[in-house]
């Protein structure tokens, strides 16, 4: 487990998941307001802010580029000691407390703001309804229900080899399809396929993999992402148009779990992130503060 994790404690007020504009808005405001928070992120918060060559529209800073205005808000986060801890969130069960799960860790909090952004990859078909039944995030917690089985790793970032290298010492077979063009770190038992994923197939569990021109016999596909979406991450959680339906004051269907940013969808700028980020923390502490005095008028037992 690294150092990261190991500060991380077992029960907060509030979580943020992601570390882009409205991520990092969020967690400034529960600083201000001295929240017990703490920050779930990526080991490189918003590539696609460091990617814009000028932001145009930032108020006070006409013409910045965005690694330095990205550069700006991490620095501001430092000076108001606001650690990013890097945790791939797998899978969070409502709450309150919400239970948010890692890889390696999990923990609670009082309330949640998701600001994951957009996946930019669609679920297959046949994904959601596999979901739990042979469909899953992270092969290398769910391995041992793998042991001598036929599994595939679907993977959008190098993050699948490691995955699928600790797969091969425990399955009879993996397959391997990368969905990204760096250069493959494979044990020698894993097969790669080059061909995508037109659907997973299976009633009761998953059976295949279809590849249009081949089928793969399979009984576990694990499909790894850099940001699983959001109605992956949460059971139950209300969509809209593919992105977190949200009240005004960036409310989800679930008491306590709030959403900001690209995830709540369209216009996809960075004010309109960094707004709600900022708008949402407000709006949780408003929350945390409601369950206090409902916990103080709770009758005594």
């Not at 029960?11 to 405001?29: D, R, T, W």
């Not at 814009?52 to 006409?62: K, M, Q, S, T, V």
């Not at 994904?127 to 595939?152: H, I, M, S």
């Not at 059971?235 to 709030?258: R, W, Y």
Request: proline share 6%.
């Amino acid at each position: 487990m690294s150092e990261a994790l190991q500060t991380l404690k077992d029960h907060y007020e509030l979580a943020i998941v992601g570390c882009g504009p409205a991520g990092m808005a969020a967690a400034l405001n529960a600083r201000i307001r001295k929240r017990d928070f703490v920050l779930l992120g990526s080991e490189f918060c918003s590539p696609k802010l460091s990617k814009a060559p000028r932001i145009e529209n930032w108020l006070g800073f006409p013409d910045i580029g965005g690694e330095e205005l990205r550069q700006r808000f991490l620095k501001h986060l430092e000076e108001k000691d606001i650690p990013i801890i890097p945790f791939k969130v797998i899978n969070i069960y409502p709450g309150p407390p919400f239970t948010v799960v890692g890889k390696e860790k999990s923990l609670e909090a009082d309330a949640l703001i998701l600001a994951t952004g957009v996946s930019v990859s669609k679920l297959f078909p046949g994904e959601a309804e596999l979901l739990g039944l042979g469909v899953g995030y992270c092969a290398t917690c769910d391995g041992p229900l793998y042991k001598n089985k036929t599994v595939a790793i679907v993977a959008y970032n190098r993050e699948g080899e490691d995955e699928a290298n600790f797969m091969a010492g425990i399955c009879s077979k993996v397959y391997y399809l990368p969905y990204y063009s760096d250069p493959l770190e494979l044990d020698a038992r894993i097969e790669v396929k080059k061909s995508k994923v037109q659907k997973i197939i299976g009633t009761q569990n998953v059976e295949r993999l279809d590849l249009g021109e081949e089928q793969l016999a399979v009984d576990g596909v694990f499909i790894i992402r850099e940001n699983l979406p959001a109605e992956q991450l949460v059971s139950d959680l209300e969509m809209a148009d593919g992105s977190i339906k949200v009240s005004h004051n960036l409310e989800t269907n679930l008491p306590g779990l709030f959403a900001a940013g690209d995830c709540t969808g369209q216009p996809y700028q960075l004010i309109k992130a960094a707004g709600e980020g900022g708008t949402a923390a407000l709006q949780a502490v408003k929350y945390l503060d409601g369950l206090k005095v409902s916990d103080r008028q709770a009758p005594a037992l």
